[in-house]
Nanobody
Framework: QVQLVESGGGSVQAGGSLRLSCAVSGYIYRNYCMGWFRQAPEKERERVALISTGSNSTYYGDSVKGRFTISHTKAKNTAYLQMNSLKPEDSALYYC??????????????????YGQGTQVTVSS
């Protein structure tokens, strides 16, 4: 059974930082794409950041480039999302996500095989 266990998140003022982590277990693929999507109220779920666990190639949504950094520890099957210079518009429910497809083709929420339970990030102005 695939499990994605998320931690981190919370509330912070604009300009602050938060770190998310996601540990994966039970996935049959040795190398895969993992990262985060987010969804704000009344908005569509959008891709935030992805990393290929095989090559460590990274992919970022335009709105977070230069502020967010995704990394991965293969030995722990855990990914991390360091979020700096947070803005109120970053407030959303952040979902850890994994896909057997290459990250380069993971564009929409439907490209994801499994999501975590989600963790709330709230940035106040």
């Amino acid at each position: 059974q695939v499990q994605l266990v998320e931690s981190g998140g919370g509330s912070v003022q604009a300009g602050g930082s938060l770190r998310l982590s996601c540990a994966v277990s039970g996935y049959i693929y040795r190398n895969y794409c993992m990262g985060w999507f987010r969804q704000a109220p009344e908005k569509e779920r959008e891709r935030v950041a992805l990393i290929s666990t095989g090559s460590n190639s990274t992919y970022y949504g335009d709105s977070v480039k230069g502020r967010f950094t995704i990394s991965h520890t293969k030995a722990k099957n855990t990914a991390y999302l360091q979020m700096n210079s947070l803005k109120p518009e970053d407030s959303a429910l952040y979902y850890c996500a994994i896909s057997h497809s290459p990250c380069v083709v993971v564009q929409t929420p439907r490209d994801i095989d499994h999501y975590g339970q989600g963790t709330q990030v709230t940035v106040s102005s």
